[in-house]
């Protein structure tokens, strides 16, 4: 397999999900702006991804996919299967429980996570309408896991899609009806989030239909005891224990940082949302990407003892992640405002709204590579089955964000948030790559300064036409002219990405050198 043809194709079907969710955050924006409605939906929503990071993609995931990829290297396919099995019935009954708890606690959530909303009640509604959406959420966390083992990578990577497909659709046709009967229009965005759940989950089902993998839930109590006594699922209970601390640890951050945000005034969640939706283009594209096809070949050489080769793949990823996000961070930094202008100003969201999800992003900016890095670094550790050493550094990096949010927020208000995770996230990431150094799990492969020094040369020119274009164009001004505006910006990032890769090129740098064999 190649890898990068593989994180390509995550990368592209990544895309259209970060395309779509694009779309949906631009029409949400321009039908309910930045105020009090809309910061209790994007809580509510919040709400139930926090907790999918417990029970999906976060600790589940980190615990389950390298003992699965190891079971089936070592023990093959029935064994696999049972495994699959066990954990499945586990988590189904896990997820019932939660769930149930979420609905009844609700208020008390909310009131931790933002207790200065304006619209509190909606957003206790909304958290409980949407609660359910973790359920499906997690099943769809353990298909792709399985998925993802058996190196078919595409279903899992698209679909994200039809969370926003529905969210669009939602928005589009639904809330008009909900306005006509005296229902507040944001309530059709939880319509959205709950058909979304429901999409993703029914297209993971003959995915694993074909390669013989779906999962067989028992819903009875010898069921549920059986699952509970096999031996794969204590081992990733056993690791999901300091997962659950890390992931607990981060989540954490980010109520505070909620909490903080719901203080500072009304809207600065919502530009923060924004923001985000923006940053995650990079993270998702780049990170995720490499980190989805990176954590089953970590964990295969890890299990067959090749440290060379466990090596040598974390060598390529951390290359790909500087030659692909330090000009992304770049651009997040030096042309912040033509994009939020193009994508948002439009409709309720206002100039004021454009200026405030900018200064977010440009806090997010300067931390990118540090965000990247995790997705890249972190597998290193769980490849390993080292899930304490993320955890404690994690501790520490949460300690130290919310020491300087003392020192930002006072002095930059919800941008300084977003400053804040930017450079706990360098921090994080730096933590990391001196761990996996010092243990001896990697060794960087010959031609760092080299490479590095095309990386920056290119980036620079990149940086220097963006500036320029940036402050060449009233963005802002040409709200009348949409198309010409977009126009505009597609020119101007496609020129720099025309001259980022050319010169790159002309230093001798090509991205053949990266199709490494997995």
């Known amino acids: 397999m190649n890898l990068l043809r593989a994180a390509s194709t995550v990368s592209l079907l990544t895309l259209a999900s970060r395309i779509t969710g694009l779309v949906n955050q631009m029409i949400q924006a321009a039908l309910f702006g930045a105020g009090a409605w809309m910061d209790a939906y994007n809580v509510a929503f919040r709400i139930p991804n926090l907790l999918r990071r417990l029970f999906a993609e976060g600790a589940f995931s980190q615990a389950f996919v390298p003992l699965l990829a190891a079971t089936r290297a070592k023990d093959g396919d029935a064994a696999t299967r049972d495994l699959i099995d066990a954990v499945a019935t586990v988590l189904l009954w896990a997820l019932i429980v939660t769930c149930a708890i979420g609905i009844a606690g609700a208020p008390l959530i909310v009131w931790l996570m933002a207790a200065g909303l304006q619209e509190f009640d909606a957003a206790v509604v909304m958290t409980r309408l949407m609660f359910p959406y973790i359920a499906f959420m997690s099943l769809v966390a353990l298909s792709a896991g399985i998925l993802n083992t058996h190196k078919r990578f595409a279903v899992p990577a698209a679909t994200p899609v039809l969370l926003n497909l529905s969210l669009i659709a939602a928005a589009w046709w639904l809330t008009p009806v909900f306005e006509r009967r005296g229902i507040p229009p944001i309530f059709a965005l939880t319509a959205g989030v709950m058909l979304g759940g429901v999409l993703q989950l029914g297209v993971q089902v003959p995915a694993l239909l074909r390669i013989g993998s779906l999962p067989r839930l028992g819903v009875g109590w010898a069921s549920m005891r059986h699952a509970w006594q096999h031996p794969g699922v204590s081992r990733v209970m056993r690791q999901m224990a300091p997962a659950l601390l890390g992931v607990s640890v981060a989540q954490l951050s980010l109520l505070i940082n909620t909490q903080i945000a719901s203080q500072v005034g009304v809207g600065a969640v919502s530009w923060l949302t924004y923001a985000?939706?923006?940053?995650?283009?990079?993270?998702?594209?780049?990170?995720?990407?490499?980190?989805?096809?990176?954590?089953?070949?970590?964990?295969?050489?890890?299990?067959?003892?090749?440290?060379?080769?466990?090596?040598?793949?974390?060598?390529?990823?951390?290359?790909?992640?500087?030659?692909?996000?330090?000009?992304?961070?770049?651009?997040?930094?030096?042309?912040?405002?033509?994009?939020?202008?193009?994508?948002?100003?439009?409709?309720?969201?206002?100039?004021?709204?454009?200026?405030?999800?900018?200064?977010?992003?440009?806090?997010?900016?300067?931390?990118?590579?540090?965000?990247?890095?995790?997705?890249?670094?972190?597998?290193?550790?769980?490849?390993?089955?080292?899930?304490?050493?993320?955890?404690?550094?994690?501790?520490?990096?949460?300690?130290?964000?919310?020491?300087?949010?003392?020192?930002?927020?006072?002095?930059?208000?919800?941008?300084?948030?977003?400053?804040?995770?930017?450079?706990?996230?360098?921090?994080?990431?730096?933590?990391?790559?001196?761990?996996?150094?010092?243990?001896?799990?990697?060794?960087?492969?010959?031609?760092?300064?080299?490479?590095?020094?095309?990386?920056?040369?290119?980036?620079?020119?990149?940086?220097?036409?963006?500036?320029?274009?940036?402050?060449?164009?009233?963005?802002?001004?040409?709200?009348?002219?949409?198309?010409?505006?977009?126009?505009?910006?597609?020119?101007?990032?496609?020129?720099?990405?025309l001259l980022y890769f050319a010169a790159l090129a002309a230093c001798g740098l090509r991205l053949g050198q990266f199709a490494q064999r997995g």
């Not at 990823?317 to 405002?337: D, E, K, N, Y």
């Not at 300084?416 to 994080?428: H, Q, T, W």
């Not at 940086?463 to 126009?487: E, H, K, T």
């Open 276 to 497: 985000d939706r923006l940053m995650e283009f990079p993270t998702a594209l780049l990170g995720v990407a490499l980190g989805v096809v990176l954590m089953p070949q970590l964990s295969g050489a890890q299990a067959s003892g090749d440290a060379a080769r466990y090596s040598a793949l974390l060598d390529w990823g951390l290359r790909l992640t500087l030659l692909l996000a330090l000009p992304c961070a770049v651009a997040l930094l030096v042309f912040g405002q033509p994009m939020v202008a193009v994508l948002f100003h439009h409709g309720a969201f206002q100039a004021s709204d454009v200026h405030s999800t900018v200064t977010a992003l440009m806090g997010y900016g300067v931390g990118l590579m540090g965000l990247v890095g995790v997705k890249i670094l972190a597998p290193g550790f769980y490849a390993r089955q080292d899930i304490r050493t993320p955890v404690r550094i994690a501790i520490v990096v949460l300690v130290l964000t919310q020491a300087m949010n003392l020192v930002t927020v006072p002095l930059l208000g919800h941008a300084g948030l977003a400053l804040s995770i930017g450079m706990a996230a360098l921090v994080n990431a730096g933590w990391l790559l001196v761990g996996l150094r010092r243990s001896g799990a990697y060794s960087p492969q010959p031609g760092w300064p080299a490479f590095a020094w095309r990386v920056f040369l290119a980036t620079a020119l990149l940086g220097a036409l963006l500036a320029y274009s940036a402050r060449a164009i009233d963005w802002i001004g040409l709200q009348q002219n949409p198309w010409q505006r977009a126009g505009w910006l597609a020119s101007s990032l496609g020129a720099a990405a």
